[in-house]
């Protein structure tokens, strides 16, 4: 298992010098689905290499979102500067394209002063967005998803799915019946150009923003997994996600169609102060909710080059991240 701090028989990992940064250092990324460690594996690389990391995550750009999205502590974030956390606030929408040009910035901004900088995170859009290439799509148009919001509570998911079968079966087919984020957005798309997805990606594509050295945590034991998932959704609770949304309602104007609010464990607690669910409900419908999460990342992630792919249950991990760190430090 991964542990925040590198104990006793570890390879010998030199400090970052400057020769090690500049415009020329190399780019780690370490991406994972949700609860496999990436953090702690990251915040023990970066101080070991003299590195800062750089966030991707959807839900940690939101300002007061601390606790559902699992922010690094105060501690942590004095130990390794972190960045593309609390940038934005939770009314407002952030996305993949904004990210894009966000993180680009940050790389510069931290080879500029001769650090080594480390993505981690485990939003796959994000990541694919950066190192695959991006299209540069229409920005959402606020009344145009505010009346498919209508459309899906008035007719219901599956309906939504029906219609985006009909207007554009191949996406469709790759869209799950449930995900009523990408049904939402492939519609608005449609309405929005007249064209299915695909042609818009061809027509609108971009090259990758920046190349990185990835390594990918997948857990080998599922059912380990999801304890460790279901484990940490229960800490959030207890640790007071339902009162830190309750605090954000009061702060911000708040809808469930934001894409803050869209995220896992935020869109179960609205529920739950909604009165759509009891205590026992919100535990286990944002449980689930986590391990859905992390079967579209592990897929996502499957499906991304990358060159280095650990299991973070075995105790193996951070042996060979160290070594791996090392030899792409190194040249």
Do not use: N
């Not at 009891?278 to 060159?307: F, I, N, V």
């Amino acid at each position: 298992m991964i542990t925040e701090t590198p104990r006793l028989g570890l390879p010998a990992v030199p400090q970052a010098t400057s020769g090690q940064g500049g415009q020329d250092a190399p780019v780690l990324a370490i991406i994972g689905p949700t609860a496999s460690g990436k953090s702690s594996l990251a915040l023990t690389l970066a101080e070991r290499l003299g590195a800062e990391i750089i966030s991707i995550d959807s839900a940690a750009v939101y300002r007061g979102m601390d606790i559902g999205s699992a922010k690094p502590t105060p501690e942590q974030r004095a130990r390794v500067p972190h960045h593309l956390i609390d940038i934005e606030d939770p009314d407002h929408a952030y996305s993949a394209g904004r990210f894009v040009r966000d993180a680009q910035a940050s790389v510069t901004d931290v080879r500029g002063r001769g650090r080594l900088p480390i993505l981690v995170g485990g939003t796959m859009l994000y990541v694919r967005s950066l190192l695959s290439g991006i299209a540069e799509l229409p920005q959402s148009d606020p009344e145009l998803r505010e009346r498919i919001d209508a459309r899906i509570a008035r007719h219901g998911l599956p309906a939504a799915h029906a219609e985006l079968l009909r207007l554009d079966p191949d996406s469709a087919a790759r869209i799950q019946p449930a995900d009523r984020q990408r049904i939402q957005r492939a519609l608005e798309l449609i309405e929005l150009t007249g064209k299915p997805l695909q042609r818009l990606y061809r027509e609108h594509a971009r090259p990758p923003a920046l190349h990185a050295r990835v390594l990918a945590l997948l857990p080998g034991d599922r059912a380990v997994h999801h304890a460790a998932i279901d484990a940490r959704f229960s800490k959030m609770l207890k640790d007071g996600m339902v009162d830190e949304l309750r605090e954000l309602r009061t702060r911000f104007a708040l809808h469930p169609g934001l894409p803050s609010m869209r995220s896992v464990g935020y869109r179960q607690a609205w529920t739950y102060l909604e009165g759509g669910t009891d205590e026992a409900g919100l535990l286990s419908a944002g449980s689930a909710a986590s391990r859905q999460l992390a079967k579209r990342q592990s897929t996502w992630l499957r499906q991304l080059p990358r060159e280095l792919t650990l299991d973070p249950q075995s105790p193996d991990c951070l042996h060979s991240a160290l070594a791996w760190s090392q030899a792409v430090c190194s040249g």
